[in-house]
């Protein structure tokens, strides 16, 4: 059985966040439309190998997702996504969500995620954006929208200047190009939505998403295209 990630304390750094590539290589972004689907996808992606669940704020029903997720399924490691506000760091952080993902930062933000306790990853998309991060102690990133942003080209000519930032691609990650992006130095896991595609969720089909995510528990930067 797959380990949890530890539990956050006040000092964590965001370091814990891409530890989550310790657990599998993929974190999946997930939008949920009804709070009923939360537990049985929840279940069906830790059963294939995926225990990392961002669930995004995108929808009415996504705090309550996330308090299901985290009251249902103890082998899930459920996180919040496109976090854009510090109150939605209180709201996520009373829901029993366990890291944060934010798709940009600003300073207000910045000081709500690290006030949380949480391990957290604000979004970068701009050598400038990963120095001023870098400047405040923050050394991993989400590097959101990946590939309209520059792809792996960008993240590799940014390995030279900057090695010591350390990246969560999001945003147009599938199967075929995943292991190009792990397969970068600079990269500590990738974020994708393909496992969970919004058919399969709405057919509560939850064999074909554990089968997807199995597929993608198994990525790694070795990994021929799929």
């Known amino acids: ?40 996808l929840a279940r069906a992606l830790v059963a294939g190998g995926l225990p990392a669940i961002e669930v995004t704020l995108r929808t009415p029903a996504a705090l309550d997702a996330i308090r299901a997720i985290a009251a249902e399924v103890p082998q899930a490691v459920v996180g919040a996504g496109t976090v854009i506000t510090p109150e939605q760091v209180g709201a996520c952080a009373a829901a029993g969500a366990r890291f944060l993902v934010s798709p940009g930062w600003t300073a207000a933000l910045l000081e709500a995620m690290r006030g949380s306790g949480m391990p957290f990853l604000p979004g970068v998309s701009t050598a400038s954006e990963v120095v001023a991060l870098l400047e405040r102690g923050v050394r991993e990133m989400k590097f959101f929208p990946a ?3 520059g792809g792996t080209a960008y ?3 940014l ?3 900057l090695p010591q930032a350390r990246f969560c ?4 990650i599938v199967p075929a190009n995943a292991p190009e992006y792990l397969s970068l130095p600079n990269v500590g896991c990738v974020g994708g ?34």
Do not use: C, F, K, Y
């Open 169 to 172: 691609p999001t945003g147009g």
């Open 1 to 40: 059985m797959t380990s949890p990630m530890p539990s956050p304390s006040p000092s964590s750094s965001p370091a814990s966040v891409l530890d989550l590539a310790d657990h599998a290589p993929v974190v999946p972004v997930v939008v949920v439309s009804g709070a009923a689907d939360a537990v049985p």
């Open 147 to 149: 590939q309209a942003a």
């Open 159 to 161: 390995a030279g200047p």
């Open 155 to 157: 993240l590799r000519s």
């Open 193 to 226: 939505s393909w496992m969970a595609p919004a058919d399969a969720v709405a057919a509560g089909d939850w064999a074909r998403i554990e089968e997807l995510a199995r597929g993608a528990a198994r990525l790694d930067g070795a990994t021929e295209n799929v």
